[in-house]
């Protein structure tokens, strides 16, 4: 069956960095999209980052210049290099793909930004 498990996430600083990772399985990971999403408290999940088979990306603009998407095919992982890090990035990080018209969630990863 397919699977995507994050982690990477955890307490940090302000202006301080992250590398999240998501490895999938069950999919053809290399002809598979893959999407970062986050989820602050009370409020709705949003896309943060996406990736597709051909290494296109687009970012939020609340990340664009701070964090990037990137991927290895040969690990099926999916990456977020998450820099600069404010209070408002802190979410849980999700990981979503689609294969065969199902759409695939993470179990998410906790990213806190406080001093």
């Known amino acids: 069956q397919v699977q995507l498990v994050e982690s990477g996430g955890g307490l940090v600083q302000p202006g301080g960095s992250l590398r999240l990772s998501c490895a999938a399985s069950?999919?053809?990971?290399?002809?598979?999209?893959m999407y970062w999403y986050r989820q602050a408290p009370g409020k709705q999940r949003v896309l943060v980052a996406l990736?597709?088979?051909?290494?296109?990306?687009d970012y939020a603009d609340s990340v664009k210049g701070r964090f990037t998407i990137s991927r290895d095919n040969a690990k099926a992982t999916v990456y977020l290099q998450m820099n600069s890090l404010t209070p408002e990035d802190t979410a849980v990080y999700y990981c979503?793909?689609?294969?065969?018209?199902?759409?695939?969630w993470g179990q998410g990863t906790q990213v806190t930004v406080s001093s």
């Open positions: 979503k793909t689609w294969t065969v018209g199902i759409e695939y």
């Open positions: 069950g999919i053809t990971f290399g002809i598979s999209n």
């Open positions: 990736i597709t088979a051909t290494k296109s990306t």
